[in-house]
């Protein structure tokens, strides 16, 4: 049984989906959680009191993680207000469907620092904390289009690409300092939003997509497992054997 009693995580993007999901995980295998949103106020409400009703703490914290000023303003709120954070989940993302030839170099840097540079950012903010007390789990949530090439757009794809790149880059440089680092790569999962119809059911070969519950369930088994690191777990149903 995975324990996270003592632990404080931190997940970016939790007020829908995959990170509410995550946040809501953690919580049940005993973290108490920081639940970071942007615009989804409602939702990241709605986090903190399934966390609450779990029995752990909660705060809710508003940034833009692609923002380094932001980002160190979460950093010092959240441990100020909840604890020093032993657990990150990189979650924060955003995606933005356009042909190759219509993305200009505007598009390009938008997509890359929500995907790509926001991990880099959270992660310098919260590594420190974790090398001094010789303890941490970090898990970045990526995409299977990093493998399969995508169809969201080049710029998605090239930044979850960097995000599994980072992510061994991390691990290898942490990996005698009691910090794992690894990847989750979802695809074709069901969110709720207008893209989830039969048409994509149909492209996975297990006959469904995947649940947000899933892709936080791998989260939690990459942050409870020690001897694991610089690694990509993928859930796709069996759209992509690695």
Known sequence: MIDFSGRTALVTGAGLGIGQACAVALARHGADVAINYLTSAEGARETRAQVEALGRKAIVVQADVSKSDQVRAMAEEVERLLAPVDILVNNAGWARMQPMEEITEADWDE???????????VTGALLPGMQQRGWGRIVNVSSGAAQMGGGMGIHYTAAKGGVDALTRAYAKRLVTEGITVNTVAPILIETGSKRDNEARRKMVPMGRQGTPQEVADAV???????????QSVHMSGGVYYH
């Open 111 to 121: 997509v890359i620092a929500v995907n790509l540079k926001s991990v880099f950012l």
């Open 220 to 230: 939690v088994l990459c942050a409870g497992t020690e001897f694991m690191t610089g």
